[in-house]
């Protein structure tokens, strides 16, 4: 069992940076990939980026290619969203998610097969 407890969203004017972090609970967070998806206000949920248990395997939604990075500390449970020149189109509800199937694994193209979910944190970015 893992929980994941996201945080670090907010309110921020477009071109700036936001830092989300996850921290998960349990014995097995270094098996499982880990990443984000968002919602945003009438859209169906999307994904954004996962990576491995080692960092070695990392892939980005075309959207945010360039402009977020993941990394993991696995020593910290912990995965990181570093967010810059954010756009308004960015403005969604970040969940957090685990999953023992690699970054390019089934359940990262469809998210209602993601093992483990956070909460999420809500992200705004004005114009």
């Known amino acids: 069992q893992v929980q994941l407890v996201e945080s670090g969203g907010g309110l921020v004017q477009a071109g700036g940076s936001l830092r989300l972090s996850c921290a998960a609970s349990g014995r097995t967070f270094g098996n499982y990939a880990m990443g984000w998806f968002r919602q945003g206000p009438g859209k169906e949920r999307e994904f954004v980026v996962a990576i491995n248990w080692t960092g070695g395997t990392v892939r980005y939604a075309d959207s945010v290619k360039g402009r977020f990075t993941i990394s993991r500390d696995n020593a910290k449970n912990t995965v990181y969203l570093q967010m810059n020149s954010l756009k308004p189109e960015d403005t969604a509800v970040y969940y957090c998610?685990?999953?023992?199937?690699?970054?390019?694994?089934?359940?990262?193209?469809?998210?209602?097969?993601?093992?483990?979910w956070g909460k999420g944190t809500l992200v705004t970015v004005s114009s």
């Open positions: 998610a685990a999953d023992s199937n690699s970054p390019y694994g089934r359940s990262w193209y469809r998210w209602g097969d993601i093992h483990y």
